[in-house]
């Protein structure tokens, strides 16, 4: 397998987490369809990556693609979106597709991503070789969004977060966490943790949503999540991480208190939605204590930061809200 991309912190950079020098490393023209390409996700695939990318093409109809990378920085997307065929359920109606997350777990890959029926809700599918896609059920009633999956069974059960939302460009949300014994039927939801309280961590006061797939380290579970706050002038969504309990995921250990990453380069503060990182994926080696993030930027471009893992648990814990 490769080497995940990575690429040193800058002399003069005292941030725990740092901006690819290149960014963005995804255009929002990088196929012809597109008008942007932004909150996806990748994972370690053959001797390479392989990844589901949202490409909103020109009419603005949102939807995910299927891509393939050698290096996890160039990628070779395919112009026609996924297809899927029936997987657990014959019931495959979409009205769109976007933000999804990738997770290989037992023995296949699972996407989740927030699918139009009736009002966004979590769209669930798996693959094998991310050529054939096949649809399940979705797992829960609209509205809901950001649904991520745990990378391995809890307690016999598969693990996913999200956030129930309403039907809008929702002013509100939590995290939540649900179960299910066959990926087909979910329950036994518990909140997990909600927005901040505008005066003890302002960025985080509106809503959060869980972000990559969380990555299993000594101290539990550690996953990058988004908080927004509303100001003056919008919404303006920023990255921060928490680290989870290892067998009871519905409990909060460490939660950063001030974000790791914020909108601050042009290519975050402008574009389709202005003031957005939108964490979606990680790769990640315990061994070499990296990680590799990728996240939308202004909802219409892809871009990458880096970190060292010792360093975001320490400073979660340090920084705890």
Not at 96 to 102: A, E, I
Request: proline letters at 7%; a negative charge; glycine letters at 8%.
């Amino acid at each position: 397998m490769n080497a995940i991309p990575w690429q040193e912190r800058p002399a003069d950079n005292t941030d725990i987490i740092w901006r690819y020098d290149q960014n963005p490393i995804i255009k929002r023209d990088a196929i012809p369809s597109s008008n942007s390409i932004f909150n996806s996700a990748v994972v370690p695939f053959e001797d390479g990556f392989a990844g589901v990318f949202r490409c909103d093409n020109k009419a603005v109809q949102m939807n995910i693609f299927a891509g393939f990378s050698k290096d996890g920085i160039n990628w070779d997307i395919d112009h026609e979106p996924i297809a899927f065929e029936a997987g657990n359920t014959q019931m495959i109606a979409s009205d769109y597709k976007y933000d999804p997350r990738v997770t290989f777990i037992e023995d296949r890959y699972w996407i989740t991503w927030c699918n139009g029926y009736h009002g966004p809700t979590i769209g669930i599918g798996y693959t094998f070789d991310f050529k054939e896609f096949f649809q399940c059920e979705n797992a829960f009633l609209p509205f809901n969004r950001n649904g991520v999956l745990f990378p391995e069974k809890i307690d016999g059960k598969y693990a996913m977060l999200s956030r129930p939302s309403d039907n809008g460009h929702t002013p509100f949300g939590d995290i939540y966490l649900s179960y299910s014994p066959d990926m087909k039927y979910w329950g036994e939801h518990r909140c997990v943790m909600k927005a901040a309280p505008f005066t003890d961590s302002a960025w985080q006061c509106t809503k959060i949503g869980a972000g990559s797939v969380p990555i299993l380290v000594d101290e539990g579970w550690l996953m990058f999540y988004h908080g927004v706050i509303n100001t003056c002038n919008g919404f303006r969504y920023s990255m921060g991480s928490v680290i989870l309990d290892q067998h009871d995921p519905s409990k909060v250990k460490h939660r950063t208190q001030p974000y790791l990453l914020s909108p601050q380069t042009p290519y975050e503060c402008m574009g389709d939605v202005p003031n957005v990182v939108f964490p979606c994926a990680t790769l990640h080696s315990i061994a070499e204590d990296k990680v590799t993030i990728y996240y939308g930027a202004a909802d219409t471009v892809t871009a990458m930061a880096f970190g060292h893992i010792s360093e975001v648990i320490q400073f979660t814990i340090k920084n705890s809200l």
